[in-house]
């Protein structure tokens, strides 16, 4: 016999049933026949609550549903910001819901996307300019033509374009055309043209088109930048703390490498252009002493005394002293590898000071040389002298010409010999030039009269008005006499000299002793030479003239112009005179066209009558 199997209920019937079973209540009222106590009310049912139905939710796919339309508005009508923000995303989904869903819509923005891309891109192809995000020299080039392009380059290359040299933190800059560096702005401009699209979206910068044309340039403006980026070593020092000298630590110098540094001008040109910076090659220097221990004691002694640093001024005689502190002193001593040495760089300092000093004068031409002056302070260092004069010294300048001037006329009134302005003007032909009053023309150094140094404590003062002549020592007269200048011929130049030469026995001559055997010459006793007429041609103070006739030249008096350019003093005193002076001695000689200059040249114009 067959055997029955009840059917198998589906799912959701079970699922419906159990929501059934749920809906049940939990506990079942006892009625009274099933309560023993007759004394219980039998509770009453609840009441059935009916909920209210809801509105159905709108269709966002119909077309009456607009998410613009919104009850949540301020009394005054104007949405709120929370209610907006909430209906631009409904229309936000809208939209995107209609893009992603209708194919036709995706190809038609699609489309105009693309038709706009090729637009664009045929725009400037046929219209020659440079595409977007496209750079050179930090310009942006988009929408220029090559042309205009390649003026913009120019402009900013010969305005604003400087290249910085670096060694760390210290830097400087220069144009690129002090290095020969030669900029091709149209190739660079053709080059940005060519780019393309490649600037899109992120941007692309060119490299500009550059090549050292002129090596030379290029590394004459590095050594000349060396000079400013060497860093001299620094050797052990000392210094003052708390009444105790102690050392200092060395420190170690860089040079700049002009050759290497160059090189990387000379293989990468554009490189250092587009960044606009070179990096300068520096070698390390060690320092000579790095031990300074064992010259306590001597630095000690010699700084400690009071130091004395003076200048004088030859021309108007003039000292002018400056006291240095001990803790300044000490600044600018340091250890050698055979003694104490000076720091040159540290009192370098301090004479540049003074030279501004100085130049506070009204013509601003007075300066101290350095070099002179630091060979000066090493030797007092070594000395252990505690006082050291260097020279004040004249810069070049210039001469306004005034009515009736001449090339002779202004050497007497400058006291500059007419040689030495010739020479300081030669594009001037003094021959056939004539002068007008304003011109100007050039005046060397007046130190050309003074090359040795000077010796501060003599000095002679001649006066040719008076044909007189006074020699000082300390500033009190040693000697006075009459001398004899040149003739109107041959006449004495005024100005300030210095005795240069010292001969017992000198031989001279002069086209007036020259004839058919030649030119014969004299011989002049205690000669000593002051100045060069032209080169190799020199006046000075002798004695006695010996002619080649056997005669002296005025008769061996004085007191009345008689020589050829030379002062002459009655023999004897000229022999004073000889063992008297010395190399360097300054000899100022004044007229009425070159007044007195220093103190001393007053003084004696006052004492010999005037000029």
Known sequence: ????????????????????????????????????????????????????????????????????????????????????????????????WRATHTPQLLWLVGGIAAMTVVLFVLVNLFSGRIFPNIYALGVPLAGLTVDEATAQL???????????????????????????????????????????LAGIPFGVTITPVVALVDELRAQNFLLDL???????????????QEG????VSAGEGRTLDVAETLGVLLDEPARVVDARRLELAM???????????????????????????????????????????????????????????????AFRQFLQAQSNSLNADPDGLRFIEPGDAIDKMQEAINAGVPQ???????????????????????????GIPFYLIQQANPNLDWETTILSPGDIINLPSRDLTMPVDPTPTKRIVVNLNTQSMIAYENGQPVFQWAISSGMSTAPTSPGIYQILSQQDIASGSSYTLCGERGCGSWQM?????????????MNGFHGAVLLPNGTYLGGGNVGQPYTFGCVMSENSNAEQLYNWAEIGTVVEIVSNEFPPVSPLGMQTVQATGGI
């Open 525 to 537: 006793y205690w000669f000593m030479g002051l100045y060069e007429v032209v080169p190799g041609l």
């Open 154 to 196: 120019e402009r900013v290359w010969s305005r604003d374009m400087t290249i910085t040299f670096a060694d760390g933190a210290r830097t400087w800059e220069a144009p690129p055309g002090a290095l020969g560096l030669q900029f091709d702005a149209r190739k660079t401009a053709e080059a940005a043209r060519g780019s393309g």
């Open 226 to 240: 060396s000079l400013q980026a060497n860093v001299t070593p620094q050797n052990a020092g000392f210094r003052w």
């Open 283 to 345: 070698v390390p220097v060690l320092p000579d002493a790095s031990e300074a221990a064992g010259y306590l004691e001597a630095v000690s002694t010699f700084t400690s005394q009071q130091f004395m640093l003076s200048g004088y001024d030859p021309f108007t005689d003039e000292t002018i002293s400056w006291s240095v502190d001990r803790d300044t002193l000490t600044s600018w001593l340091e250890a050698g590898v055979d003694g104490i040495r000076l720091r040159a760089d």
């Open 1 to 96: 016999m067959d055997s029955y199997e009840p059917r198998r209920r589906s799912r959701a019937r079970d699922r419906v049933q159990a929501r059934q079973q749920r809906r049940q209540p939990m506990a079942v009222p006892r009625s009274m026949t099933d309560d023993a106590s007759p004394s219980r009310t039998p509770r009453q049912p609840r009441p059935s609550v009916t909920l209210p139905k809801l509105p159905p939710l709108p269709n966002l796919r119909t077309r009456d549903f607009s998410p613009l339309r919104s009850s949540s508005q301020s009394s005054g009508g104007i949405p709120q910001v929370g209610g907006l923000l909430h209906q631009a995303r409904f229309v936000f989904n809208e939209l995107w």
């Open 388 to 414: 050291v004069v260097v020279r004040i010294r004249y810069r070049a300048t210039t001469y306004e010409v005034v009515s009736g001037d001449t090339g002779f006329r202004i050497s007497r009134k400058t």
């Open 244 to 247: 105790q000298l102690i050392t």
